[in-house]
């Protein structure tokens, strides 16, 4: 069974940094991207960085040149380093896995999920 487990969210001052760390466990065939996204209240769930296949990252425009995506395969770990923190980047962060994964008629994408992490900036 493949968990995500995520940590290292908190309460920070804008201006402050965080490292969020997703810990993956379980049996995954292939993996197609890791990713973190964010959900602030009343907002939809949205892509903050994501390392796809192939190792080009994507940042969202709001995050880029203050966060960065990383993975340390041996730990089965993937990071997001968050500086410059603005109350803006407030909101649960969740960690994804986008596995492929496989049926009877053939393989197709799969979503696994963490529980999701708080981070809360203070102005």
């Known amino acids: 069974q493949v968990q995500l487990v995520e940590s290292g969210g908190g309460l920070v001052q804008a201006g402050g940094s965080l490292r969020l760390s997703c810990v993956v466990s379980?049996?995954?065939?292939?993996?197609?991207?890791l990713g973190w996204y964010r959900q602030a209240p009343g907002k939809q769930r949205e892509l903050v960085a994501v390392?796809?296949?192939?190792?080009?990252?994507n940042y969202a425009d709001s995050v880029k040149g203050r966060f960065t995506i990383s993975r340390d395969n041996a730990k089965n770990t993937v990071y997001l380093q968050m500086n410059s923190l603005k109350p803006e980047d407030n909101g649960v962060y969740f960690c994804?896995?986008?596995?492929?994964?496989?049926?009877?008629?053939?393989?197709?994408?799969?979503?696994?999920w963490g529980q999701g992490t708080q981070v809360t900036v203070s102005s």
């Open positions: 994804n896995v986008r596995a492929i994964v496989a049926d009877i008629n053939g393989p197709y994408e799969y979503d696994y």
């Open positions: 379980g049996s995954i065939f292939a993996i197609n991207a």
């Open positions: 390392i796809p296949r192939g190792g080009n990252t």
